[in-house]
Nanobody, 126 residues
Framework: QPQLEESGGGLVQAGGSLRLSCAAG????????MGWFRQAPGKEREFVAA????????FYGDSVKGRFTISRDGAENTVHLQMNSLKPEDTAVYYC???????????????????WGPGTQVTVSS
């Protein structure tokens, strides 16, 4: 079972940028579908972005389209989330997820992922 570890969270002013990264340890021979979700206090965990195992398919949640960009390192199970034009409503704990056995066609739901990181806090001040 791979261990996922997020990095890059922090405090930023509205309009600023942050770059999150997530490395999935484990066997390098397995390429995982990777995704980002976020959860604000008192709210459900929300889909943010996802990328297929080969980078050929990319999906974004409606609230981040045009502002966030997901990418992955070609040879590694490492995924990045570039977040621009941040808004206070982007404040949340951001979770990295990896899918290995879950249905390959599910990207925007938690059921599409088998493994989760502990999360990293992103706070956007107004």
């Amino acid at each position: 079972q791979p261990q996922l570890e997020e990095s890059g969270g922090g405090l930023v002013q509205a309009g600023g940028s942050l770059r999150l990264s997530c490395a999935a340890g484990g066997r390098k021979s397995i390429k995982y579908k990777m995704g980002w979700f976020r959860q604000a206090p008192g709210k459900e965990r929300e889909f943010v972005a996802a990328i297929s195992w080969n980078g050929g398919n990319i999906f974004y949640g409606d609230s981040v389209k045009g502002r966030f960009t997901i990418s992955r390192d070609g040879a590694e199970n490492t995924v990045h989330l570039q977040m621009n034009s941040l808004k206070p409503e982007d404040t949340a704990v951001y979770y990295c997820a990896a899918g290995e056995y879950a249905p390959a066609w599910i990207y925007e739901e938690r059921g599409g992922y088998d493994y989760w990181g502990p999360g990293t806090q992103v706070t956007v001040s107004s």
